[in-house]
């Protein structure tokens, strides 16, 4: 039955009938994350430095109503041209967007879930979703961290967004059950920054290392994902406190405008990218090329 819905590129299917390695790719990230032109030029680099350490890179998205498991670069590029018009697409939207027939940009909750069906296991992305700030009052916590908890796929990333509540972030995962690994590094990074106040469960300090803990968490039949944080390259990073400040007027913006739901992290990073005269964006691309590249060595360990 799924073989209706799931549209798996050859060169994708070829690498996983092997038992080679692929690395999966979300495609909110080109649509919602960054404008056109950057948007196509960052997917297709992230996917030649997945080729480039060895690896299958896998893009996803749903085109037509199809889960597609695999991108050709002109499905990338009328991605990403269409920019916003695409729908933001999270667990609870796949079916509807299939049943449609329509166009989705798969979040890091829907990334994982098209991963998982196909077979892939190493997914790489710029950061996760999490609890908002004043969570407390709205509820507005993402699906991502469910996904989490429940979908077996690894996630490589720049930690959470620094637009969310950090902290509370990680207290959900703990409850979840879901490991926080930081690569190199004792403390979640931040997304634009390579350090927060938060520590993570786990140190490891090398792919091989990863690989094996993901290889026993699974054989074990422990269920869900894991979180491998990897902070953004020092000479990439931004100030702490100036992204911070920012970040703080961007939050007071998006209430005034009444600003919510899935609506809330397109403006916020569009926000940012403003007040720090684009210098935002730059870190978000060499983060998330940082994060293939790692996710291409732990693919190819766990591979083995």
Not at 38 to 50: F, H, K, S, Y
Not at 187 to 201: G, H, I, K, M, Q
Not at 252 to 259: L, R, S, Y
């Amino acid at each position: 039955m799924l073989a209706q819905y799931l549209d798996i590129k050859p060169e994708v299917a070829a690498a996983l009938t092997a038992g080679e390695p692929v690395v999966a790719l979300e495609s909110t990230i080109i649509t919602h994350g960054m404008p056109y032109p950057p948007n196509v030029e960052t997917a297709l680099r992230v996917e030649q430095i997945i080729r480039d350490h060895g690896a299958i890179p896998a893009t996803i998205a749903i085109l037509k109503g199809k889960l597609k498991v695999g991108m050709t670069p002109l499905e990338v590029e009328y991605l990403g041209k269409a920019g916003l018009d695409v729908i933001k697409t999270s667990r609870r939207d796949i079916p509807f967007i299939v049943a449609k027939q329509a166009d989705g940009a798969t979040t890091v909750a829907s990334t994982m879930i098209l991963a998982s069906m196909a077979g892939i296991k190493v997914f790489a992305t710029g950061g996760i979703g999490g609890v908002h700030r004043d969570a407390q009052q709205t509820f507005d916590i993402s699906a991502d961290l469910q996904e989490l908890a429940n979908t077996d796929v690894a996630v490589v990333c720049a930690g959470a967004k620094s637009i969310l509540d950090i902290g509370l972030t990680l207290e959900y995962l703990e409850t979840q059950g879901v490991p926080v690994i930081g690569y190199q590094t004792d403390t979640l990074p931040a997304f634009y920054t390579r350090e927060s106040d938060f520590s993570v469960d786990y140190r490891l300090d090398s792919a091989e290392q990863i690989a094996a803990a993901l290889t026993a968490k699974w054989q074990m039949g422990l269920k869900g994902g894991v979180v491998i944080a990897n902070p953004i390259p020092a000479m990439h990073q931004l100030d702490r406190g100036m992204i911070d400040d920012v970040i703080v007027d961007a939050l007071a913006q998006m209430k005034q405008q009444g600003i919510s739901g899935k609506a809330s992290t397109p403006f916020l990073l569009t926000k940012v990218a403003e007040k720090t005269h684009g210098k935002s964006l730059k870190a978000n691309i060499e983060l998330v090329l940082n994060n293939a590249k790692l996710a291409a060595e732990i693919a190819i360990e766990y591979a083995k």
